[in-house]
C-alpha cells in the first residue's frame, strides 16, 4: 500500500456529540457534519433537536447533557469527542467530566465566566478536560489585533503572532493603485506575500500581472513589522489608535478594555445598566465608565465621537450595534468601527451597510473548535496548528505542524507537485518567517501555512497530486 493509500484509509472519520443547540452549537453541527463525521446532538428543547436533526445530517436526543444515561444512550462509549456549548458554565464543565470518567473521550467545554478564566490551566489537568474556550476573551482577542492594525478588514494570526494574514482595502491615493502585482512587489521590496485579491465580490489568486486598482480588497501574510513598512510604502494611512470609545458592559467589554489599556489605549465605556457601570469602575479603574444610553446620539456627540479613534459596539443586539455604527460612520469617515455581530443569518446584508470591520463570536469559536477537530483526525507526519476560515468562508488558512518526514518534505517547492487551488504562504522555522520561493524547502519542526479554496485539507500532503 502506497503512503497516499495509507493515508486516505487512516483518514478518520470522528464520533462527535455536541451538547447545547444554540447558535455555536447549531453552527458546529453545520460545519462538521459536512466534513463528514457522525454527530449526535444533545438539548433540553425538543423543537430545537427536531430542526436540527431535520436540517442536518445529525442524530437528535432530547434531555439533560449532564446526565448519565443520556450520554450512554448518545453513545459516549464509542464516541471521539464531546463538545458542551450549552449557556451554562458549570453544566458544561460537568458535561465534560462525566464524559471522560464514562468514555473517556476527549472534551471541549464553553467557559464564559471570567471568574473562571485564570482557571483553565487548572480546569484542563485536574479535570481532564480537552479543551476550554472562553467566546468573549477569543472576540476581544480578535478585536485588539485589528486595532493593531487599523486600515486592515481582518487580521488571522499565525505562528504564536510571528506571522499575520492582512486584509485591506486599495484606497484611491495609494500609490499601488494601478499598477501590477509584479510593479508592487519590485518597488515596495518587502518579504511578503499577496495571496488573494477580490475585485466586484470575485476572489482570485492572481499572478504578477493581475492589476490592482482602487476598491480591490487584497490579502498578503507577512510578519506584523513588516505589514507596518509595507503600509507605510504603498501610501496607505496607518494612524495609530490611541483612544476607543466601547459600547455596552458585557463580558467582551471588560476583557478588551483590559487588553486596549495594556496597548496604551484610552478606553471610555457608555452602558446603560448602572450595576454594571459600577462594576466595570471597579474592575477596570483606568477606563471611563458613562452611565447612559449607547444609541442616544446626542450622547455619542457629547461623549467625543467624533474625535474617538475607535468605536466597538458590543451591546448585546445586533440590530443596536448595526445602527450605532452606521450613525458613526455617517458623522466621521475617519473613526476605526468593529461591529460585533451575534448572528450571522443576514451576513450579506450586514456587510452591505459598510460598518467597518464586522465580528461574529460564534465563527470565531467554532473556528477554533474545527481546528482541534481537524489536529485529532489520525493524519501521518504533520498537525493542524490554526485553522481559519477567510473570505466568507469562500477559502481556507490552515497552519501544520511537520512532525516526520513525507512526500513535502527536504524538497524544493519547486518539485512538488501541488494541486490547483492550493498556496504554500509561508514557512515558521523556529522562529523565523520565510515567505517561501521555488527554491526552498519544508523540513521537520516547521510550520507551513497554507491558502486553498479546498475543503478537507486534513494533512500537507493533502495538498500534493495523487
Not at 450520554?71 to 471522560?100: F, M, P, W
Not at 492594525?149 to 504564536?160: C, D, E, I, K, R
Not at 481556507?396 to 492550493?422: G, H, M, P, Q, W
Request: hydrophobic share 40%.
Amino acid at each position: 500500500m502506497s503512503v497516499f493509500e495509507r493515508f486516505s484509509a487512516e483518514k478518520k472519520v470522528l464520533d462527535i456529540i455536541i451538547v447545547g443547540c444554540g447558535k455555536v452549537g447549531t453552527s458546529l453541527v453545520d460545519r462538521l457534519s459536512s466534513d463528514g463525521h457522525h454527530i449526535t446532538v444533545i438539548d433540553k428543547n425538543q423543537n430545537i433537536v427536531t430542526n436540527v436533526t431535520n436540517t442536518y445530517d445529525a442524530m437528535g436526543i432530547v434531555g439533560n447533557g449532564s446526565s448519565y444515561s443520556i450520554q450512554i444512550q448518545a453513545g459516549i462509549e464509542d464516541a471521539d469527542l464531546l463538545i458542551a456549548v450549552t449557556d451554562s458554565d458549570e453544566l458544561n464543565l460537568l458535561c465534560c467530566i462525566i464524559a471522560k470518567k464514562v468514555g473517556d473521550c476527549a472534551s471541549i467545554a464553553r467557559v464564559r465566566n471570567p471568574d473562571y478564566a485564570s482557571e483553565f490551566t487548572y480546569l484542563r489537568e485536574k479535570l481532564g478536560i480537552s479543551m476550554i474556550l472562553n467566546p468573549e476573551l477569543e472576540t476581544a482577542n480578535e478585536i485588539a489585533r485589528l486595532l493593531r492594525v487599523p486600515n486592515a478588514l481582518n487580521v488571522n494570526s499565525f505562528a504564536s503572532g510571528q506571522a499575520e494574514l492582512i486584509r485591506f482595502r486599495v484606497p484611491e491615493k495609494s500609490s499601488i493603485a494601478g499598477k501590477t502585482l509584479s510593479e508592487i512587489t519590485s518597488n515596495i521590496d518587502l518579504p511578503l506575500l499577496i495571496c488573494a485579491a477580490e475585485k466586484s465580490g470575485e476572489l482570485i489568486v492572481p499572478n504578477g500581472s493581475y492589476l490592482v486598482e482602487k476598491g480591490d480588497a487584497l490579502s498578503f501574510i507577512t510578519t506584523p513589522k513588516i505589514a507596518h513598512s509595507f503600509f507605510k510604502r504603498a501610501g496607505i494611512a496607518t494612524g495609530r489608535v490611541s483612544n476607543a470609545m466601547i459600547i455596552g458592559g458585557g463580558k467582551t467589554t471588560y476583557y478588551l478594555a483590559h487588553q486596549l489599556i495594556d496597548m496604551g489605549i484610552d478606553v471610555k465605556i457608555i452602558e446603560e445598566d448602572p450595576q454594571k457601570c459600577e462594576d466595570l469602575s471597579l474592575a477596570i479603574d483606568k477606563a471611563l465608565v458613562i452611565c447612559g444610553d449607547g444609541t442616544d446620539e446626542e450622547l455619542l456627540r457629547q461623549e467625543g465621537l467624533m474625535s474617538t479613534d475607535a468605536l466597538i459596539p458590543l451591546t448585546g443586539i445586533d440590530e443596536e450595534n448595526i445602527l450605532i455604527s452606521v450613525f458613526a460612520k455617517r458623522i466621521s469617515d475617519s473613526i476605526k468601527i468593529v461591529t460585533k455581530v451575534s448572528r450571522s443569518t443576514f451576513k450579506s446584508v450586514v456587510d452591505s451597510f459598510d460598518v467597518g470591520n464586522v465580528i461574529y463570536p460564534r465563527e470565531i469559536v467554532a473556528n477554533m473548535i474545527v481546528t482541534y477537530v481537524r489536529a485529532k483526525q489520525n493524519s501521518i507526519g504533520s498537525n493542524v496548528e490554526t485553522l481559519y476560515h477567510i473570505f466568507d468562508n469562500r477559502a481556507e488558512a490552515i497552519e501544520f505542524r511537520i512532525e516526520e518526514n513525507s512526500e513535502v518534505t527536504n524538497k524544493t517547492l519547486s518539485e512538488l507537485e501541488l494541486k490547483d487551488d492550493i498556496l504554500i504562504a509561508c514557512i515558521n522555522r523556529q522562529g523565523k518567517i520565510i515567505i517561501p520561493s521555488g527554491s526552498d524547502e519544508i523540513w521537520i519542526g516547521d510550520t507551513v501555512i497554507l491558502i486553498t479554496t479546498r475543503t478537507g485539507v486534513n494533512n500537507v500532503t493533502d495538498i500534493l497530486k495523487r
